[in-house]
Every structure is written in structure tokens, then in C-alpha cells.
């Protein structure tokens, strides 16, 4: 069993600046890919961005593409997702998912990931 926690989330004016955190639980994080959904009232979930157990392979959305940054440190069992140049649209519930997979294609559904956190909220003011 693995548990994630996200810290990080808050409110910002758009142009603005966010750092989210992930830590997740276990010993064998470095076996997990990892990511961040969100979603936003009214709207579907969207998978925001994937990274594989090494850290080297990442997929973004494309509305999110060039102002946000995934990585992780896998001594630290944390990822972390740079959000930079934050519009409204942003706005939505962050959550970290995780599963176990340690190979490098990257998947992008929400429904391969077996563990979630309770979420961190982001709020972007225009």
C-alpha cells in the first residue's frame, strides 16, 4: 500500500508562480511512476502531467506545456510539479496519483494509477 500526500497548492494572480510537493510512503517509491491530475468544477479530470521511476521521461498536457515542470527525487520519495505563468484556467483540484510500473512508457490515463492523495487546491485570480 502506498499513500501520497501533495502539499503546495494556494491562491496566485495570473502570471504567477506555484511549487506543488508529493511524498509518498514505501520503500520502493523509486518503482512507481508518478504524476498529477486535476480537476475543476464543471470539468473532467485531466491527467496534467506523468514522470517515470527514473525521472528521465515526462508528459505534459499541452495547455501546460513550457510552464510547468515535473520531476522527482527519488531519495526523498517526493515529486514535484514547477508551475509557472498560471492563468485561471489552471485553477482546479491538484492530485498526486501513483502505481507501480517501472518501465518508460508513459501513461497518461487516470485510470492506471491505483493511488491518489486527498488533493491540493490551486486557485489562479485574474
Known amino acids: 500500500q502506498v499513500h501520497v500526500v501533495e502539499s503546495g497548492g494556494g491562491s496566485v494572480q495570473a502570471g504567477g508562480s506555484l511549487r506543488l510537493s508529493c511524498e509518498a510512503s514505501g520503500r520502493t517509491f523509486s518503482r512507481y511512476m508518478m504524476g498529477w491530475i486535476r480537476q475543476a468544477p464543471e470539468k473532467e479530470r485531466e491527467v496534467v502531467a506523468i514522470?517515470?521511476?527514473?525521472?528521465?521521461?515526462?508528459y505534459y498536457v499541452e495547455s501546460v506545456k513550457g510552464r510547468f515542470t515535473l520531476s522527482r527525487d527519488n531519495g526523498k520519495n517526493r515529486v514535484y510539479l514547477e508551475m509557472n505563468s498560471l492563468e485561471p484556467d489552471d485553477t482546479a483540484g491538484y492530485f498526486c496519483?501513483?502505481?507501480?510500473?517501472?518501465?518508460?512508457?508513459?501513461?497518461?490515463?487516470?485510470?492506471?494509477?491505483?493511488?491518489w492523495g486527498p488533493g491540493t487546491q490551486v486557485t489562479v485570480s485574474s
Open positions: 514522470i517515470d521511476w527514473s525521472g528521465r521521461h515526462t
Open positions: 496519483v501513483a502505481t507501480e510500473y517501472s518501465g518508460s512508457l508513459l501513461k497518461i490515463s487516470e485510470y492506471d494509477y491505483d493511488y
